[in-house]
């Protein structure tokens, strides 16, 4: 026989079970705008019904429920948008990454400009021109000096730039590489929180949620896989090598070469120099700047210097000068030390000769000095036909550059301006490719990202909609209340007073 | 598809953001004048405006390089004017002294002014354009002709005329190689014109006349037509000099048109067409206005405000 006071029972089941339904519904609203937070539900199940087949079992229809009650507080999210949403961030953050770094090279190249290298080199081939109209005028040969002056400075200040924002990716790679490491812990304790709460039979839903934002932030920085073993902890790798399992991280280490070079590596700690595999990501991006993209546009810098360095001395070595340069030749104009390993875009300057004296510019082919003075009809101090040689190396169109850097090789030939301009053609490229691939994948994340929101985003309309309805039935299940407290009355308080 | 207020907030800020983006592309493009401000906003453009400023900063140089050839023409020009202005003197002269009729003292006098007419030619050849002298090839340090104490006239420390008039039997004649000065890509011009050239003859009948009329009984007749002979080859190379002179003015012209059509084809690739930005800009202006707008109503209502 079931108890007089059961449907009071039921309507306290009606009104705990729809008051968390209202806890639910604020808990979501308060998170609306949370990132990373997914809505949660109450999944609402019947009690267990009365009665239970029995000996003595009450002999009346059966059977009879016995209100309600939540059975999972349950996070709605699918699986698979999050896994792609996880590898697109990889290509999403590498190509962020490499179109901020192409762009940077953009502003140190400088070009179009009215200050960058090519308006330099112009500036210098046209003060030897002015300086062919009069070639023993000292003030023109001081412009031309000037002018070589202003043109070095101009590969210095690229090349310095560009190694300046080599080193500052190096550092940008340890920062990273941290970055990884402090998400790793923060993945590992939150494994060990998940689990203990899963064995229990809970649903740690708020943690999921934090784990899963901080794998999102991971995979922004580098290609990882994620594994969900059956206790609720996640397995994290690199490339297949493990990076987070359960409560351990492998960390990973920034160290410098064995070379001794200034380019860091990243290593796995205590692991004996293996390097993980960066495929994609920040990180992977960091190091294709640094170990790519960076030398590539030095090697060709250095090789537009190294050329016009050789090709302009070869010329110039054959003439003679002024004064205490009368009677010789082989006068470098610039020099490249040998014995300075840095780049030569980096290390170009004048030559000892031409910064002592502007005597030294070598515009004659024949001695210009009286008592060397020859059978030449045209030696004297205005004798320019080197002058002219050198003038036409502005013109020459057949000089082969060849660049190296790695494996990379690559043969051009032109003119020094076509070589240069060929050059930022290519940066160009580069960025526009990066600029149109990171635009793409941002256009591929937002729907994603939509696709999330649209599955596990929380909607205002529907939450109050939810609130109205729990609020409903909370109501209607204090009304069960009052109405079987009213029938107890009957029971209790006026039932046999007969003859009172 | 469930759509959450999430989304939608997203969506229109992605939309403000995509169009903010082109407003500020545009608003750079307006304020600077040009459509391509870095490499990658088109590559190829990019080459092109660098070897068209390349190529117009040559051809301006190319462009002084003609004017100050046509100063230099113009004072060799003055200078051989100059010149034939003696030769035509000493020809008169020339013809005065021939008179058989003249006494030593008149022809004295005459030889005196050729003297001086000889001194002013060497002087003539002597002239400097800004600081260098003109008529002695490469060597513009120096006065090219000189008188030694023998009365020889020498050009370049060579003798080159004797004091009778005649060319020195030692002399060689100067073959200058082509020296000049950029016009264009690859072509020079060699202003120069050598003092041995263009005043030999003329001073060979100068000093000629003077020692006829200092020796007795002078064939002073003969010399008439050694100034005939100088004044056409001065003419000559005063044409030569109208030749040259001509050929920089018309490649002035050519420069200028070169430099007109440089410029016209680097506005092409560089500028902006301003017609067409600005009204990119309305457009843009109006669509970015209107997701202000759509956004505003959008966002703004849940089902709370329409529930008591």
């Known amino acids: 026989m079931r108890s007089s006071f059961s449907g009071l029972y039921i309507g306290l089941s009606g009104l705990r079970t729809q008051q968390t339904g209202l806890d639910i519904t604020g808990h979501n609203i308060a998170n609306a705008n949370t990132p990373g937070y997914s809505r949660q539900r109450a999944v609402l199940s019947p009690g267990s019904a009365y009665t239970v087949p029995a000996f003595n079992r009450p002999m009346y229809a059966g059977q009879l429920g016995t209100g309600v009650q939540v059975s999972e507080v349950q996070r709605i999210r699918d699986e698979f948008v999050e896994m792609q949403l996880r590898t697109e961030q990889h290509t999403s953050g590498r190509w962020n990454q490499l179109q901020a770094g192409l762009e940077k090279l953009q502003m140190i190249f400088n070009e179009p400009s009215d200050s960058g290298i090519s308006i330099a080199m112009d500036e210098f081939f046209q003060s030897l021109q002015t300086l062919s109209h009069t070639p023993d005028d000292e003030s023109a040969r001081a412009v031309v000096r000037q002018n070589a002056a202003l043109l070095i400075d101009s590969f210095h200040h690229t090349a310095d730039q560009m190694r300046d924002y080599q080193l500052e990716l190096n550092g940008e790679l ?42 999102s932030e991971l995979s922004e920085l580098t290609n990882i896989q994620v594994k969900e073993n059956g206790r609720g902890a996640v397995t994290v790798s690199i490339s297949g090598s493990t990076l987070v399992e359960n409560a351990t991280v492998r960390h990973l280490e920034v160290v410098p070469p064995e070379d001794g070079g200034r380019m860091l590596e990243v290593r796995w700690q205590g692991m004996d120099g293996v390097q993980p595999q960066f495929n994609d990501g920040s990180v992977k991006a960091v190091m294709e700047l640094r170990d790519e993209a960076i030398p590539k546009y030095q090697a060709y810098l250095d090789e537009l210097a190294e050329t016009l360095v050789v090709e302009f001395n070869k010329v110039h070595e054959q003439g003679f000068g002024l004064d205490d340069y009368a009677d010789r030749t082989g006068i470098s104009f610039f020099s490249l030390d040998p014995s300075d390993s840095r780049g030569a875009a980096e290390k170009i300057a004048l030559s000892q000769d031409i910064l002592d004296s502007v005597s030294a510019i070598a515009a004659a082919t024949a001695p210009t000095s009286d008592a060397d003075a020859t059978d030449d009809p045209e030696s004297g101090r205005s004798d320019k036909r080197n002058l002219m040689q050198l003038v036409a190396l502005q013109h020459r169109s057949d000089i082969d550059f060849v660049t190296q850097s790695g494996a990379f090789v690559d043969r051009k030939t032109g003119s020094f301006a076509q070589y240069y301009s060929s050059i930022i053609g290519e940066l160009g490229v580069d960025t526009e490719r990066a600029i149109r691939i990171s635009e793409n ?50 029971i209790i308080n006026r039932m046999g007073v007969i003859g009172r | 598809m469930r759509v959450t207020n999430k989304m939608l907030a997203n969506h229109s800020l992605s939309n403000l953001y995509s169009n903010m983006k082109r407003l500020d592309k545009i608003n750079e493009q307006l304020s600077s004048g040009r459509k391509i401000l870095r490499p990658s906003d088109d590559p190829v453009g990019t080459s092109e405006i660098m070897k068209l400023k390349s ?91 000189s008188r030694d104490t023998d009365g020889n006239i020498r050009f370049l420390g060579e003798v080159l005329i004797t004091p009778d008039g005649g060319i020195a039997s030692g002399w060689e004649d100067i073959t200058p190689a082509d020296s000049g000065v950029e016009i264009g ?48 080859e001065v003419l000559q190379w005063r044409s030569e000099a109208g030749a040259k002179s001509k050929r920089l003015e018309i490649t002035n012209n050519r420069l200028d048109d070169l430099v007109l059509s440089t410029r016209t084809l680097l506005s092409k690739t560089e500028d902006i067409d301003v017609a067409e930005t600005i009204m990119n800009l309305k457009m843009e202006e109006n669509a970015y206005q209107l997701a202000l707008n759509s956004g505003a109503r959008i966002i703004q209502p849940t089902l709370m405000d329409f529930l008591r």
């Open chain 1, 174 to 215: 340890g920062v990273q590489v941290s970055k990884i490491n402090n998400l790793a812990d923060q993945i590992a304790d939150l494994n060990q929180r998940i689990v203990a709460i899963s064995v229990t039979g809970d649903k740690p839903n708020d943690l999921l949620d934090q784990r899963d934002q901080l794998l």
């Open chain 1, 441 to 490: 994948q941002g256009v591929l994340m937002e729907h994603l990202q939509n696709q999330r929101e649209s599955v596990s985003g929380v909607s205002l309309d529907e939450e109050i909609a939810n609130l109205a309805q729990f609020q409903h039935a909370y109501n209607a299940a204090a009304r069960v209340i009052t109405t079987v407290d009213e029938a107890l009355d009957v």
């Open chain 2, 55 to 145: 190529s117009l900063r040559e051809i301006q140089q190319h462009q002084a390089n003609v004017d100050r050839g046509m100063g230099y023409l113009e004072s060799v020009d003055s200078a051989l004017g100059e010149l034939h202005d003696v030769l035509q003197r000493g020809r008169e002269l020339a013809v005065n002294g021939s008179n058989g009729t003249l006494d030593d003292d008149s022809k004295t006098a005459i030889a005196d002014e050729v003297s001086q007419l000889m001194d002013h030619a060497m002087q003539v050849g002597n002239s400097a354009f800004a600081g260098k002298y003109m008529f002695g090839y490469n060597k513009t340090d120096q006065p090219p002709f």
């Open chain 2, 185 to 232: 890509v690859g072509t020079t011009l060699d202003f120069r014109i050598g003092g041995d050239d263009a005043f030999g003859s003329a001073l060979s009948a100068l000093v000629r006349l003077n020692s006829q009329l200092q020796t007795e009984g002078g064939d002073v007749d003969s010399v008439l037509a050694d100034f005939d002979k100088a004044s056409s």
